[in-house]
């Protein structure tokens, strides 16, 4: 089964940092890219970001360019989501999602995503 299990949010003061975690299983990252997105209270979902393990790319929203970055762990099958200098807008429940590495043309289109995980909730506070 393939399965995402996001983890490592949480409440930090406004100029903070955080370092979300994807841990993947039942997939390799040879066939599979993955996504960050976030959703705030009464919004909808946005790309955050994005790792393409096969071409070898990452990419960021114009908001958080610059704050943060996002790596892979292909011996803990885990990708990372290093947060710095958080502010207030950052607040929502993020998560990371799986798709197939050959169905993708714009990294924050949700659609093509196949596999999502629960999210995990970080709240910015000023």
């Known amino acids: 089964d393939v399965q995402l299990q996001a983890s490592g949010g949480g409440l930090v003061q406004a100029g903070g940092s955080l370092r979300l975690s994807c841990a993947a299983s039942?997939?390799?990252?040879?066939?599979?890219?993955i996504g960050w997105f976030r959703q705030a209270p009464g919004q909808g979902r946005e790309g955050v970001s994005f790792?393409?393990?096969?071409?070898?790319?990452?990419e960021y929203a114009e908001s958080v360019k610059g704050r943060f970055t996002i790596s892979s762990d292909d011996a803990k099958n885990t990708i990372y989501l290093q947060m710095n200098s958080l502010k207030p807008e950052d607040t929502a429940i993020y998560y990371c999602a799986a798709v197939f590495t050959d169905d993708i043309d714009n990294w924050d289109d949700l659609d093509p995503y196949d596999y999502w995980g629960q999210g995990t909730l970080v709240t910015v506070s000023s």
């Open positions: 039942g997939f390799s990252f040879d066939d599979y890219d």
């Open positions: 790792i393409s393990k096969t071409e070898g790319r990452t």
